[in-house]
């Protein structure tokens, strides 16, 4: 039985959707294991954040993080992505905290933004409406030895 015209047009669309999304899944998945170099800003915000470090812990850097992001909204992207930084090149350089990594999801643990929220709401941030989620990220990178 010959196809009409419309199921060809049909499967048609269906392969360009599909190779579409698996093309837009293996960009984001390059994006997570190949993540760009930082800028000069990002840089500094690196070397401020190892700075901090010479003074705390990690459980420090996490709570100076976490400071920090009560002052930056959901719309400043440039000033999170900074604060990323801040908090990364803080962790790194940091005192150990005994137990710093209890209890924290792996990198690749899907359940892993829900406990980012559950710990801004555990110190009183709104997980959207601040930085406050980048803060814990960081901290689920650092534990699952992403920075190594």
């Given at each position: ?31 997570i294991l190949f993540p760009g170099k930082p800028s000069p800003a990002d ?106």
């Amino acid at each position: 039985m010959p196809l009409t015209a419309t199921t060809k047009i049909l499967i048609a669309l269906g392969i360009v959707v599909f190779v579409f999304v698996i093309g837009i899944g293996a960009f984001l998945v390059w994006m997570i294991l190949f993540p760009g170099k930082p800028s000069p800003a990002d840089e500094a915000k690196i070397a401020e954040g190892r700075e901090f470090a010479k003074t705390t812990d990690q459980q420090g850097c996490i709570t100076e993080g976490v400071k920090r992001a009560r002052q930056i909204g959901f719309f400043d992207i440039d000033k999170k992505v900074a604060h990323k930084y801040f908090v990364a090149g803080c962790l790194q350089n940091s005192r150990p905290t005994p137990g710093f990594c209890d209890d924290v999801p792996g990198f690749w643990n899907f359940k892993g933004k829900e406990w980012e929220q559950a710990q801004c709401e555990k110190v009183g941030l709104n997980p959207l409406g601040t930085a406050c989620e980048i803060v814990y990220e960081e901290q689920i990178d650092f534990c699952s030895g992403h920075y190594k």
